[in-house]
């Protein structure tokens, strides 16, 4: 009878009921559950979402989830490359062969390679479900299947080493909370990097940030409507909520040493939000944030792509219209549908200066110069390769695509390219990262001068 039954109402009204195990069984009964369930990208979108804890922003995948909830069932390795004068790797002691070694003499007696040219496996994180990566500008943070975060390297580089204890440095990867003995343990959905603090949001609703990582801080934001994204901009944070409405909140606080088993007030988010409605559009809606460095992008329901300026946010705020730029032609220019539930038909994402739009066809690249007349940047070498997330460093760039391939370009930045460091070659185009061929790349985390993935054995699939 079920056959008998129109597609629209099986996948809204009983397959979205299913676990993975009873959409296999069903799709024994038939042929046509088969391939209506084999094939079906929402299905398995949906299956990676619930059982692996994977964020709804993790990447724009149109097609491929099947796959990507296979590779998902095996544990991903953890592979990270680039600078490493501060440990920040994780990897302990780096292999000769595998780093480009500093002459200096203050580095080699403190026993670690500045400069990891390939990509190298954190064993530390070996079989620990990891399942998303985030990089801020020294420091890196991954979540795993049951919302567990790690973090290593040095939150905060950028001030004295007495002023906050995000100026620790972590050479291996250890779990957020680390002797906290205050707190409740928080469980993340999603998590963000800024530059030097990282926000996340909780299975419970809730909304966390922080500057090290033993003292989270809450954000209270006295709405009515449930959060549904974060997103860290450089030194903020923005956070979107159901019925579209974006948030500016401030960075958190600084916490000394000696103040560490004390939880700070939460960070309390005082000017009030911005929909399309404050910009003349009461029937669109934002359903996607980027952090940039003093901006925030915004993608609409319609396809509509908007530069808000968020660095003030009183002035945001109190007049949005003046603060907004529609990015014509990152945007759809025919009637277009997104919804963050069901189908993406745009997508975006971004970090510092730089951002990315996915279509089905083409991503386009941008920068937060870009004005309503920009034209999007179309890198050659990545058409036709189906990518489904950028990620930004400082000066190097990483795309991985829906069949599990690494392309970086840019600035050698110590490494982080991860093409070897026989010459220390910049590489202006998007090229093939040979190392990772045998893997399926399917998480990215790129920042500051470092870089890192999650993959899995390309043979586990098979």
Known sequence: MLNKLPRDILLSNIITFLDSSSVIQLSLVSKYFYYFLA?????????????????????????????????????????????????????GQTPIEFAQQDTNMHARLRGHSSQVTTPQELTSLENKSIIDIT??????????????????????????????????????????????????????????????????LAKDGTVWHWSNHIMLQSVQLDIDTRVVQVAANWNYSSALTSDGTVYV??????????????????????????????????????????GLDGFTLAL???????????????????????????????????NEYNDRHGYMKRFITGAFDNFAVYTKDQVML?????????????????????????SFGDYHYGAITNQGKLFTWGNYSSGALGHGGISKEN??????????????????????WQSAVLAVELNELL
């Not at 100026?167 to 409740?184: I, S, Y």
């Not at 705020?317 to 945007?331: W, Y």
């Not at 870009?370 to 489904?388: D, I, S, Y």
């Open 39 to 91: 094939n079906d990208e929402f299905v398995w979108k949906k299956l990676c979402i619930e059982e692996f804890n994977i964020p709804q922003d993790n990447a724009y995948r149109i097609k491929g989830w099947k796959r990507f909830f296979c590779a998902l069932k095996f544990h991903a390795k953890v592979y990270a490359w680039g600078e490493n004068r501060d440990d920040r790797l994780g990897l």
């Open 135 to 200: 990089s801020g500008g020294w420091s890196f943070h991954a979540i795993d299947t049951s919302g567990i975060v790690w973090m290593w390297g040095t939150m905060q580089q950028d001030i004295t080493l007495r002023s906050s204890q995000g100026t620790v440095r972590q050479k291996v990867p250890v779990l957020l909370q680390t002797g906290n003995e205050t707190q409740r343990k928080v469980r993340f959905q999603s998590i963000s990097s800024g530059r030097s603090h990282v926000i996340g």
């Open 427 to 448: 590489h202006p185009k998007p090229q093939l990262v040979e190392s990772l061929n045998d893997k399926f790349v399917f998480a990215i985390g790129f920042g500051g």
């Open 366 to 390: 941008g920068n937060i110069d870009a004005t309503r007349e920009t034209v999007p940047n179309r890198v050659k070498e990545l058409e036709g390769q189906e990518v489904c997330k950028v």
């Open 300 to 334: 609409t329901r319609f396809g509509r792509v908007l530069k808000l300026s968020t660095l003030d946010p009183v002035a945001f705020s109190n007049s949005p219209e003046e603060h907004v730029t529609e990015l014509v032609h990152f945007s759809s220019t025919q």
């Open 249 to 290: 909140i401030p960075k958190p606080d600084l916490i000394i040493p000696s103040e560490i088993q004390n939880e700070p007030q939460p960070t309390q988010v005082t000017t009030a939000g911005v929909s399309m409605a404050q910009l003349g559009a009461k029937d669109d809606k934002i359903v996607q944030i980027a």
